[in-house]
């Protein structure tokens, strides 16, 4: 094994005590660190590879941030305000000059009040309890298996 994939291992080693993984990334990680502690030097990439993939895939598999916010009552106001708002850019058109800048601010106003209608319907579609309360494997410690081979790969490096 060369320095640089001894200090890279070391490195790894370190990383992996602390990590808190899902079940079938730990197992992943055993078989690296197994092909590994056999002597397959190659597999310290693979390893690295599996770790920082594994974090990600935790970073971004738990519940989201804004998955507690309530949702607001609907209301009819928002397509008003869409409407005012094209009726005061079309004014302004026809104080501009009328004419082709008139047509262009008409259809600037037509489409700020369909934004604003479309707003008000799909901000508050209800959604299905079974697609936000899906059970998520949650990340566990590092294994008692996992953890004795990291310890024998240490004190082997």
Same mark, same amino acid.
């Not at 992996?16 to 990334?25: K, N, T």
């Not at 895939?57 to 009552?73: F, L, N």
């Not at 209608?117 to 799909?122: C, E, I, N, P």
């Not at 901000?123 to 024998?152: C, F, G, K, M, W």
């Given at each position: 094994?060369?320095?640089?994939?001894?200090?890279? #291992?070391?490195?790894?080693?370190?990383? *992996?005590?602390? %990590?808190?993984?899902?079940?079938?990334?730990?197992?992943? $990680?055993?078989?690296? !660190?197994?092909?590994?502690?056999?002597?397959?030097? &190659?597999? $310290?990439?693979? %390893?690295?590879?599996?770790? =920082?993939?594994?974090? *990600?895939? &935790?970073?971004?598999? /738990?519940?989201?941030?804004?998955?507690? $916010?309530?949702?607001?009552?609907?209301?009819?106001?928002?397509?008003?305000?869409?409407?005012?708002?094209?009726?005061? #850019?079309?004014?302004?058109?026809?104080?501009?000059?009328? /004419? !082709?800048? %008139?047509?262009?601010? $008409? +259809?600037?106003? !037509? =489409?700020? =009040? /369909?934004?604003?209608?479309?707003?008000?319907?799909?901000?508050?579609?209800?959604?299905?309890?079974?697609?936000?309360? +899906?059970?998520?494997?949650?990340? *566990?410690?590092?294994?008692?298996?996992?953890? #004795?081979?990291?310890?024998?790969?240490?004190?082997?490096?």
């Amino acid at each position: 094994m060369t320095p640089e994939q001894q200090a890279e #291992l070391a490195r790894l080693l370190s990383e *992996v005590r602390s %990590l808190r993984l899902q079940p079938r990334d730990w197992d992943a $990680v055993d078989e690296h !660190l197994a092909a590994i502690e056999d002597g397959d030097d &190659g597999r $310290v990439e693979a %390893l690295s590879q599996q770790v =920082f993939e594994a974090r *990600v895939r &935790g970073r971004y598999s /738990g519940p989201r941030a804004g998955g507690d $916010v309530v949702a607001t009552k609907q209301t009819s106001v928002l397509p008003v305000v869409g409407l005012l708002c094209g009726g005061l #850019l079309v004014a302004v058109g026809a104080l501009l000059g009328g /004419g !082709l800048i %008139l047509v262009g601010i $008409v +259809a600037l106003g !037509l =489409f700020v =009040f /369909g934004v604003a209608f479309a707003g008000s319907r799909v901000a508050h579609r209800r959604t299905t309890p079974e697609a936000s309360e +899906a059970p998520q494997e949650q990340p *566990v410690p590092i294994p008692d298996a996992v953890a #004795l081979r990291v310890n024998a790969l240490g004190r082997r490096a």
